[in-house]
């Protein structure tokens, strides 16, 4: 797994490698599955029971991925929960899956406040998508972060990729931007899109762009990923609030 753009460690809102100590450790114990080495998906109803003594100010984030059917956005998913990124005998998503996963944060600031992100991935079929107006309304409404998944085999989605952006630009609120991260999956199989292509795109829209294998995943790179994702979306909050940023 690579990306194009990395964030400066020595200059991030968030502690990055705090994830990494004992105390984040406590945290983990609570959102991870017991059994594996993985997030758990504590779905629409349920929450990590924390103890006193972990008890956090709470976040909840709304994050869409859209991409054609095969590109890998469910399995994206899972790899973002420390799962195996497998898309052999994937079946087509219908309608809406959410995925909702917990995430601990520690600001970078004197007082190295922490902070517990609830991060809700919508995972919406694009056939359903597609046929029905309302999963679309239903999906683009409140949202914090899309997502954008193409398959490095994809060069025809790759091509209409801004203009979906714009699009999906046009549909959100404008006081409530949400933020954009696009996911190139499956770049060491069978891919038309190169390197050079995608730097390109980063450079002239000024959006990341990432370069995901599916070859192995596990939950150090997910952490990894799961950082960004939370460094994103508390910039942004900070910048709707109107504070101003060193």
């Not at 046929?131 to 490095?152: E, L, N, Q, T, W």
Request: hydrophobic share 40%; charged share 20%; proline share 3%.
């Amino acid at each position: 797994m690579t990306t194009l753009m990395t964030d400066n460690q020595s200059n991030t809102l968030l502690d990055h490698q705090w994830i990494n100590s004992e105390q984040a450790a406590e945290y983990l114990k609570v959102i991870k599955d017991r059994s594996d080495n993985q997030l758990r998906d504590f779905s629409l109803l349920f929450s990590p029971a924390l103890s006193a003594t972990l008890v956090v100010k709470q976040y909840r984030y709304k994050i869409l991925l859209i991409g054609k059917t095969g590109c890998g956005k469910t399995s994206l998913i899972r790899a973002l929960m420390g799962k195996e990124f497998s898309t052999v005998n994937a079946q087509p998503t219908l309608g809406i899956q959410t995925t909702n996963v917990y995430w601990p944060v520690r600001v970078n600031q004197p007082n190295k406040p922490l902070f517990m992100f609830r991060l809700d991935f919508w995972d919406v079929g694009y056939t359903s998508s597609t046929r029905y107006d309302y999963i679309d309304s239903d999906s683009m409404d409140s949202v914090d972060m899309i997502i954008f998944v193409i398959s490095a085999a994809d060069r025809e989605s790759f091509n209409e990729l801004a203009a979906l952006i714009e699009e999906k630009r046009k549909q959100s609120s404008t006081n409530r931007p949400f933020v954009s991260l696009i996911f190139i999956t499956k770049f060491d199989q069978y891919a038309v899109l190169t390197d050079s292509d995608a730097k390109e795109f980063q450079a002239r829209y000024n959006i990341p762009v990432y370069l995901f294998s599916n070859v192995y995943s596990n939950m150090r790179l997910a952490t990894s990923y799961l950082n960004l994702i939370a460094e994103k979306l508390y910039k942004r909050d900070l910048e709707l609030s109107g504070q101003v940023l060193s």
